[in-house]
Structure formats: structure tokens, C-alpha cells
């Protein structure tokens, strides 16, 4: 299918046309704000947990993964499969301060990082479950 040009021109140079470019501006605006928002939050998590020895960290992720566990139960008995935003730091944190590790022939395995002995994996199929692990142990 080709691409009308004049047609496209048209409608960028009407109201209409500005108006959606506008909008897309502004939201374009709002995905660099929480873009920023997220990669302070992971800086800042990073900061904490080097302040943390291997103990501590791990009382605190035990502590978090019980915590999920119940926010993860909230949401799906009502139908929606979800994980918090706390959750998606860490994974972030972990991809930013972590160990990338090979993904292997895994189905729907999408990445795999380690921090601190933890190993975030993500799998994609019809959602995203994630797993972490420790010492070859699945604890969440």
C-alpha cells in the first residue's frame, strides 16, 4: 500500500491535523517526564541497597517478595494480572546495575539479569510473569 503524501500534508496543515500533532507532542512530553521519573527512582534504589550488606539484602528481598506475593493475589482475584511498581524498579535496577545473562532456548524467555545473587528472568506469552530466583531457588 502506497503512502499519499498530499493526503498526508492535508491533514497535518488542517486544525485537525495540528491538533493531533499537538497532542502527540504533549504526550510525548509525558512519556520523557516518566521516563526520567523512573530511571531517579532506580538510581536511588541502588543507592539504598549499596548502603545494605548481602544479609540485609537478602531479609529485604524476602521481605518484598512476600509483600508481591499478596499485591499480585489483590489483583488477580479481581481479575487483572499485574505486578507493582516496585517490581518493575528492581527489574530495571537490575538490567542497569545487574549482570545481563544469556537467554537460553527457555520458551518465551525474554531476559534474564542477576544483582546480588537474584536472578530477574521475564517471560513473555499472552502477559509477563516474572520469576526471581536465589541460589537456584524460585522465590518468587
Same mark, same amino acid.
Given at each position: 500500500?502506497?503512502i499519499?503524501?498530499e493526503? !498526508?500534508?492535508? =491533514?497535518?496543515?488542517s +486544525? *485537525?491535523?495540528?491538533?493531533s /500533532?499537538?497532542?502527540?507532542?504533549?504526550?510525548?512530553?509525558?512519556i520523557?517526564?516518566?521516563?526520567?521519573?523512573?530511571?531517579?527512582?532506580?538510581?536511588?534504589?541502588?543507592?539504598?541497597?549499596?548502603?545494605?550488606?548481602?544479609?540485609?539484602?537478602?531479609?529485604? !528481598?524476602?521481605? =518484598?517478595?512476600?509483600? +508481591? *506475593?499478596?499485591?499480585?493475589? /489483590?489483583?488477580?482475584?479481581?481479575?487483572?494480572?499485574?505486578?507493582?511498581?516496585?517490581?518493575?524498579?528492581l527489574?530495571?535496577?537490575?538490567?542497569?546495575?545487574?549482570?545481563?545473562?544469556?537467554?537460553?532456548?527457555?520458551d518465551?524467555?525474554?531476559?534474564?539479569h542477576?544483582?546480588?545473587?537474584?536472578v530477574?528472568?521475564v517471560?513473555h506469552g499472552?502477559?509477563?510473569?516474572?520469576?526471581?530466583?536465589?541460589?537456584?531457588?524460585?522465590?518468587?
Amino acid at each position: 500500500m502506497a503512502i499519499n503524501f498530499e493526503k !498526508m500534508r492535508t =491533514f497535518l496543515d488542517s +486544525e *485537525e491535523g495540528k491538533k493531533s /500533532m499537538d497532542e502527540w507532542g504533549l504526550k510525548m512530553v509525558e512519556i520523557e517526564k516518566r521516563e526520567k521519573r523512573e530511571k531517579k527512582w532506580v538510581e536511588k534504589f541502588n543507592r539504598y541497597f549499596e548502603t545494605l550488606n548481602d544479609y540485609d539484602f537478602e531479609i529485604l !528481598m524476602e521481605n =518484598f517478595t512476600i509483600w +508481591e *506475593e499478596k499485591y499480585d493475589d /489483590m489483583w488477580y482475584d479481581r481479575g487483572v494480572l499485574t505486578y507493582s511498581n516496585i517490581l518493575s524498579t528492581l527489574l530495571d535496577m537490575a538490567e542497569t546495575y545487574g549482570t545481563t545473562l544469556e537467554v537460553d532456548e527457555e520458551d518465551f524467555l525474554a531476559a534474564r539479569h542477576e544483582y546480588r545473587g537474584f536472578v530477574f528472568s521475564v517471560y513473555h506469552g499472552q502477559g509477563t510473569i516474572i520469576e526471581i530466583t536465589y541460589n537456584g531457588k524460585r522465590i518468587f
